[in-house]
């Protein structure tokens, strides 16, 4: 599985963003996905996850301002960034859970990371 993501740059602080991630290659299904962040000298955290069927998680410092979303059809996560703040500046990396057969317990892959700087 090879993940590509895109979306990262500079931006002022209040404006937006909008990262993307496409998963490719032999799989069978994916189940989760989601955007991690890590921020120099802390470590990753999460941001937030959707499940295969929508179902979103946040963390609670992004509830309200970042929304994640996912096409099915094209293997693809989104993470709408707005209201952004110099705390949100960090490398941005998406995860995506897949099986390569019915039965396997989810392998987890990693994107490339992203970076993403907000401005005061």
């Known amino acids: 599985v090879q993940l590509q993501a895109s979306g990262g740059g500079l931006v002022q602080a209040g404006g937006s963003l909008r990262l993307s991630c496409a998963a490719s290659?032999?799989?069978?299904?994916?189940?989760?996905m989601g955007w991690y962040r890590q921020a120099p000298d802390n470590q990753r955290e999460l941001v937030a996850t959707i499940t295969s069927r929508g179902s979103a998680n946040y963390a609670d410092s992004v509830k309200g301002r970042f929304t994640i979303t996912r096409d099915n059809a094209k293997d693809t996560v989104y993470l709408q960034m707005n209201s952004l703040k110099p705390e949100d500046t960090a490398v941005y990396y998406c995860s995506v859970d897949y099986r390569i057969n019915a039965g396997d317990t989810p392998r987890r892959r990693w994107g490339q990371g992203t970076q993403v700087t907000v401005s005061s």
């Open positions: 290659g032999s799989y069978l299904s994916i189940s989760g």
